[in-house]
């Protein structure tokens, strides 16, 4: 993204500026809605013209034809939902009603589609000047673009205005959405090259988009990944659902609660990504007492959190691996007998690595967080050395860079050291070594010495200082002289004070 940040950055204070009155939470879905159709509008225009030039493999090919473009892909888009079409009548007072009737006609003739877009525009609350002025802006995306750089221009403006738009909802955008820096973090951690890729809370799907990123930049095939999702929102749903659409993501996402109705009951994931909500008490676990999923303990009725925890472990292979964000209270609490779960988890050798992660990383929550690793298989394969009986603790807290008043983030470089680290002491061949204030390579013996805390401040220790050389008496008389002089200071600017209130009528 960083190098379309001003782009983006331009893009998104223009349509945030047409915002006006309206609440950011209904604005998103009719900026997100917008960027879709261009999306796919533009995927299709490209199949057109080549349909309709009829050379090559399109000979004698009809460009009105929707199994045509279904064969390749792509979605087929009715000529009065094509956003030429719309744009060029954007300055006109239906236009509104148009939009909608166009997002029904994509959603009728593309069966993925059903139930997908928002069909809002001709909303009277909606202000058609300025909806008009946005169609205008959002047409400008990727104009001098060849196609290909076009579409991929659209996709990160999209998940970019995700992302701007969780923060300006603030508490409730965490709802849909984990910051980019935590996402990408936990695929670098995990490595998900191939295989089923699974996550209970998927938010608007960033997670899913992440791990595409990732096998692209390796040189990787998406077809060799599997993804299978379920959000209990349908509003998110629906944003994830065309968050991974823009992407060309092929995915299984279910709508539903995850805890009451699993709706992929018989999956097995290689790799788990996930940021449930932290320390939710309203999961309905007073229905749950005798569930299957609860092999370490039965998790307390009034925090989930490690029901989130035991339904992860049980959906993994026998060889995956997850990453789970959660609050930091998950890594000592005893409350509910949720000390005695971690306990057996960490006895039954699940726990492969903990990171601590700093503060104001999170649009909805100031609540400290930090991210569970958990791994089936921690004997020695071709990659992976033996690691039973071991947990590898990093404490990152005082890592990231403040972007903005309120929220931190997590630098590319502090996303590969903390992954490297990672990986140094889990692979094969690694150069692993503890060092004091962010990394230690734990022993069970340590952890039960430690009563099953998993904290990672626990076990690093402090940071070494490095000796400057200059002797302790000379830092103490440097000290307390530079004390002296700030006292000194302070007394002078007293007396000062003084005598300007007492010029004034004022003593004391």
């Not at 998104?12 to 159709?37: C, P, Q, T």
């Not at 935590?182 to 670098?188: M, S």
């Not at 788990?272 to 009725?301: C, H, K, M, T």
């Amino acid at each position: 993204m960083a190098d379309n940040s001003e782009l983006e950055r331009a893009l998104w204070a223009a349509a945030d500026k047409m915002r006006s009155n309206m609440d950011a939470a209904e604005y998103k879905h009719v900026v997100l809605g917008l960027i879709f159709l261009k999306y796919i509008s533009d995927a299709f225009h490209v199949l057109y013209a080549k349909l309709k030039d009829g050379k090559g493999e399109f000979e004698s090919a009809d460009s009105e034809d929707p199994d045509e473009y279904l064969a390749k892909n792509i979605f087929f888009v009715p000529e009065k939902a094509r956003w030429q079409y719309l744009q060029d009548r954007a300055k006109q007072p239906e236009i509104g009603k148009w939009i909608d009737e166009a997002m029904e006609a994509i959603e009728g003739i593309n069966p993925p589609l059903k139930g997908v877009l928002p069909k809002i525009y001709a909303d009277p609350e909606l202000n058609k000047q300025r909806l008009g002025e946005l169609i205008d802006l959002i047409g400008t995306i990727g104009l001098k673009e060849d196609t290909h750089k076009s579409q991929d221009l659209l996709g990160r403006v999209y998940e970019y205005f995700l992302g701007q738009f969780a923060d300006a909802e603030g508490k409730k955008g965490g709802q849909f959405y984990t910051p980019r820096s935590i996402v990408k973090l936990l695929v670098e951690m995990l490595e998900p090259y191939n295989g089923r890729v699974y996550d209970g809370c998927c938010g608007s799907g960033g997670m899913f988009v992440q791990s595409e990123k990732f096998v692209l930049n390796h040189q990787g095939n998406i077809r060799n990944l599997s993804i299978f999702g379920q959000e209990s929102n349908p509003t998110t749903l629906r944003l994830a659902r065309m968050n991974l659409a823009i992407r060309g993501i092929d995915a299984k996402l279910e709508l539903g609660d995850t805890f009451l109705n699993d709706r992929h009951l018989d999956l097995k994931a290689d790799f788990i990504l996930a940021n449930p909500p932290f320390n939710i008490s309203d999961w309905s676990g007073e229905q749950l007492r005798d569930d299957i999923r609860w092999q370490y303990g039965v998790p307390p009725v009034g925090n989930a959190n490690y029901a989130w925890l035991q339904h992860f472990i049980h959906k993994l292979s026998p060889h995956g691996i997850a990453g789970i964000v959660l609050a930091n209270g998950s890594m000592n609490s005893n409350t509910g007998g949720e000390g005695e779960i971690r306990k057996r988890m960490i006895e039954a050798d699940l726990v492969d690595c903990m990171v601590a992660v700093p503060s104001q990383l999170f649009y909805n929550t100031m609540i400290p967080a930090c991210l569970w690793f958990l791994s089936r298989n921690r004997i020695e394969s071709a990659t992976h050395r033996n690691r039973l009986h071991e947990i590898l603790f990093l404490d990152a807290r005082k890592l990231g860079t403040m972007i903005n008043r309120r929220n931190r983030e997590l630098s590319d470089a502090d996303i590969a050291l903390i992954a490297s680290t990672y990986h140094s002491w889990r692979n094969v061949g690694g150069t692993y070594q503890d060092k004091a204030g962010f990394c230690k390579s734990a022993t069970l013996d340590d952890i039960r010495t430690n009563n099953y805390v998993l904290m990672p401040g626990r076990y690093v220790g402090t940071e070494e200082i490095a000796d400057d050389g200059i002797p302790f008496d000379e830092k103490m008389n440097a000290l307390t002289t530079k004390l002296a002089e700030q006292f000194a200071k302070s007394n002078e600017l007293q007396k000062t004070i003084r005598e300007n209130l007492k010029g004034i009528g004022y003593e004391f």
